[in-house]
């Protein structure tokens, strides 16, 4: 049978690598043979297609609900950073240099000044809130833009890393540090019920390591994913800026009691990546298995008719009548009356796509006024009436949604060992969250990561230290920390 690739018929990508021989390969023809994204004609960038950019606007439509909920406003800043300011927080700077993009020449003139493609933005909003900020009658400044960043990467991957990726970065300034520490908290705990309500993604919220801290923060919250090969997933980050970008920036009020005091600030994002983890946590070797609240076609109908015209014609008009009536009950529907395949190809094509439910109907159904409902998820079929089948198809649209979640909440659980020295992550091949005591010393953090190629992902914020020594050197512990080899 001819497969598809990027919505051409194509003899060269005859099937999706299985995850067991080669998961990295898997991951691509998985996007591939979705249409989600293509290559674009630059090295590392990638042109996101309608199909991998809708679950995108689902996702920010889910988002940015909670961020407006919440006080936040949109706005938008520029995407080219003069050089100076991008010097003015030195820690910043220092951490992004190896990844920035310059701008040198402006049409057939240098430029007296390079200027940073932003890989972040702090540096040009913190220099606009200086401004705009004068006195404790304008705070809290609580803003969002939905945007594009430009990190020069020397390896990439659709969606998990590239050169150039989507993403919202949030900028907040407080009168004190306990609302800014609010303020990172609040967002943080924002992702987790987009990420896990809307994605099915498990996660585990915790504090970055000093090590792994946003560069120029104080302190860094971060939800980590666990994918399906046991590596683990930075999907979403908080941070409390403390005044550093604040000092740097000259972001100053007139308080009250008539003083001038600096602002306390926070920054907070994610990007599509997340759309990888998606890809990652719930995909199986048939392609992609959609969440429904993000999947951009919800119910694929397939009509099965090989009789007579007339036969086939009714079948296709009780389809046609089926999908009018999801439609109005607002579910995300597409009848496949294509002519050219066969309905057995039609089931690959639209399993590969991760479509989470398929109804399938042929002259029996038509017969007795019904239908037949198969899940993505696990395959199960299930025979329903047509007499308030709309019900039964939203109904298993929120199963479908709650078992992916719960399937992915226990490969996390089967994947999370405790360990008492970080070298019994051998006998797991690094595979998985581990959990362990550590005594707080870079040096240990450091040690782990040239000894395995593993690194701290989070200090959870729900656990703390057992007392059975650091993983690495055996010490007295100070945190409890996961770690694991990562993207």
Same mark, same amino acid.
């Given at each position: 049978?001819?497969?598809?690739?990027?919505?051409?018929?194509?003899?060269?990508?005859?099937?999706?690598?299985?995850?067991?021989?080669?998961?990295?390969?898997?991951?691509?023809?998985?996007?591939?043979?979705?249409?989600?994204?293509?290559?674009a004609?630059?090295?590392?960038?990638m042109?996101?297609?309608?199909?991998?950019?809708r679950? %995108?606007?689902?996702?920010?439509?889910?988002m940015?609900?909670?961020?407006?909920?919440?006080?936040?406003?949109?706005?938008?800043?520029?995407?080219?950073?003069?050089?100076?300011?991008?010097?003015?927080e030195?820690?910043?700077?220092?951490?992004?240099?190896?990844?920035?993009? %310059?701008?040198?020449?402006?049409?057939?003139?240098?430029?007296?000044?390079?200027?940073?493609?932003?890989?972040?933005?702090?540096?040009?909003?913190?220099?606009?809130?200086?401004?705009?900020?004068?006195?404790?009658?304008?705070?809290?400044?609580?803003?969002?833009?939905?945007?594009?960043?430009v990190?020069?990467? $020397?390896?990439?991957?659709?969606?998990?890393?590239?050169?150039?990726?989507?993403?919202?970065?949030g900028?907040?300034v407080?009168?004190?540090?306990?609302?800014?520490?609010?303020?990172?908290? @609040?967002?943080?705990?924002?992702?987790? @019920?987009?990420i896990?309500?809307?994605?099915?993604?498990?996660?585990?919220a915790?504090r970055?390591?000093?090590?792994?801290?946003?560069?120029?923060?104080?302190?860094?919250?971060?939800?980590?994913?666990?994918?399906?090969?046991?590596?683990?997933?930075?999907?979403?980050t908080?941070?409390?800026?403390?005044?550093?970008?604040?000092?740097?920036?000259?972001?100053?009020?007139?308080?009250?009691?008539?003083?001038?005091?600096?602002?306390?600030?926070?920054?907070?994002?994610?990007?599509?990546?997340?759309?990888?983890?998606?890809?990652?946590?719930?995909?199986? /070797? *048939?392609?992609?298995?959609?969440?429904?609240?993000?999947?951009?076609?919800?119910?694929?109908?397939?009509?099965?008719?090989?009789g007579?015209?007339?036969?086939q014609?009714?079948?296709?008009?009780y389809?046609?009548?089926?999908?009018?009536?999801?439609?109005?009950?607002?579910?995300?529907?597409?009848? /496949?009356?294509?002519?050219?395949?066969?309905?057995?190809? *039609?089931?690959?094509? %639209?399993?590969?796509?991760?479509?989470?439910?398929?109804?399938?109907?042929?002259? $029996? /159904?038509?017969?007795?006024?019904?239908?037949?409902?198969?899940?993505?998820?696990?395959?199960?079929?299930?025979?329903?009436?047509?007499?308030?089948?709309?019900?039964?198809?939203?109904?298993?649209?929120?199963?479908? @949604?709650?078992s992916?979640?719960?399937?992915?909440?226990?490969?996390?659980?089967?994947?999370?060992?405790?360990?008492?020295?970080?070298?019994?992550?051998? $006998?797991?091949?690094?595979?998985?969250?581990?959990?362990?005591? %550590?005594?707080?010393?870079?040096?240990?953090?450091?040690?782990?990561?040239?000894?395995?190629?593993m690194?701290?992902?989070?200090?959870?914020?729900?656990?703390?230290?057992?007392?059975?020594?650091?993983?690495?050197?055996?010490?007295p512990?100070?945190?409890?920390?996961?770690f694991?080899?990562?993207?």
């Open positions: 049978m001819r497969q598809r690739r990027f919505g051409r018929v194509d003899n060269v990508l005859k099937e999706i690598t299985p995850k067991s021989v080669d998961y990295s390969q898997w991951y691509v023809d998985v996007i591939k043979k979705a249409d989600m994204v293509d290559y004609p630059i090295k590392g960038f042109v996101i297609k309608p199909y991998g950019y679950i %995108w606007e689902f996702i920010q439509a889910a940015d609900a909670k961020f407006r909920a919440t006080g936040h406003e949109n706005a938008y800043f520029p995407l080219l950073i003069p050089e100076n300011l991008l010097l003015k030195a820690e910043h700077v220092e951490g992004f240099s190896a990844e920035v993009a %310059w701008v040198t020449q402006g049409g057939s003139e240098p430029l007296t000044e390079r200027l940073a493609v932003r890989p972040t933005s702090e540096t040009i909003i913190g220099a606009m809130y200086s401004k705009w900020i004068q006195s404790y009658r304008d705070l809290p400044v609580l803003m969002n833009q939905w945007a594009n960043v990190r020069w990467e $020397k390896a990439t991957r659709p969606f998990l890393r590239t050169t150039e990726f989507l993403w919202q970065e900028h907040t407080h009168r004190t540090p306990e609302e800014a520490l609010a303020e990172t908290r @609040q967002q943080l705990e924002i992702y987790r @019920q987009v896990e309500g809307e994605l099915a993604i498990p996660v585990i915790g970055k390591s000093a090590g792994e801290r946003f560069a120029g923060a104080v302190e860094t919250f971060t939800l980590e994913a666990l994918m399906g090969d046991g590596r683990a997933l930075q999907i979403a908080s941070h409390f800026l403390g005044q550093n970008f604040a000092q740097a920036f000259d972001i100053q009020y007139l308080d009250e009691d008539g003083t001038r005091k600096f602002g306390w600030t926070t920054s907070w994002g994610s990007s599509t990546r997340m759309i990888g983890g998606l890809i990652m946590v719930h995909g199986d /070797d *048939k392609g992609l298995r959609l969440p429904p609240r993000v999947a951009p076609v919800q119910v694929v109908i397939v009509p099965i008719a090989r007579t015209d007339e036969e014609q009714q079948v296709l008009a389809a046609r009548l089926l999908k009018d009536r999801l439609a109005g009950a607002q579910v995300r529907v597409r009848l /496949d009356d294509r002519p050219e395949f066969t309905p057995g190809y *039609k089931y690959n094509d %639209w399993e590969m796509r991760g479509v989470p439910l398929r109804i399938e109907v042929g002259p $029996k /159904d038509l017969a007795k006024q019904g239908m037949v409902l198969c899940r993505r998820d696990t395959g199960e079929k299930t025979a329903v009436s047509e007499a308030g089948f709309e019900s039964a198809v939203t109904a298993m649209l929120d199963a479908i @949604q709650q992916l979640l719960q399937q992915a909440l226990e490969h996390q659980q089967a994947h999370t060992v405790a360990v008492e020295n970080y070298r019994e992550a051998e $006998k797991y091949g690094h595979r998985g969250f581990f959990e362990g005591d %550590w005594c707080g010393s870079e040096a240990c953090a450091d040690q782990l990561k040239a000894n395995t190629g690194t701290i992902r989070c200090l959870p914020l729900d656990r703390t230290p057992e007392g059975t020594g650091c993983v690495v050197c055996g010490q512990s100070q945190e409890r920390m996961l694991a080899r990562a993207y």
